[in-house]
């Protein structure tokens, strides 16, 4: 059964940097894309950033430039570094990764930023 489990997220301060983690699981074939979104409190889930298994990337204009997604595929895991944090980036960001046909959703992990 594929396990997409995320790590990194934690409380930093407006203008701090974090680095996310997620890691897939579970005999998979191949993944073609990954990626993130976020939700906040009270909002819908939104999206971040995804990236192709050709290194391909797109953005949230929101993160543009202040936010790098990653993978590795040799371990079946994608980052998302996060530089220049504000209170506004203050979610859930949760990862995802299509394996053929379906999206499969990591478990989520929190991100604070406040001071």
């Known amino acids: 059964q594929v396990q997409l489990v995320e790590s990194g997220g934690g409380l930093v301060q407006p203008g701090g940097s974090l680095r996310l983690s997620c890691a897939a699981s579970g005999g998979i074939p191949s993944i073609t894309f990954m990626g993130w979104y976020c939700q906040a409190p009270g909002k819908q889930r939104e999206f971040v950033a995804i990236?192709?298994?050709?290194?391909?990337?797109n953005y949230a204009d929101s993160v543009k430039g202040r936010f790098t997604i990653s993978r590795d595929n040799a371990k079946n895991t994608v980052y998302l570094q996060m530089n220049s944090l504000k209170a506004e980036d203050s979610a859930v960001y949760y990862c995802?990764?299509?394996?053929?046909?379906?999206?499969?959703w990591g478990q989520g992990t929190q991100v604070t930023v406040s001071s």
């Open positions: 990236i192709s298994s050709g290194d391909i990337t």
């Open positions: 995802y990764a299509y394996i053929g046909a379906r999206r499969y």
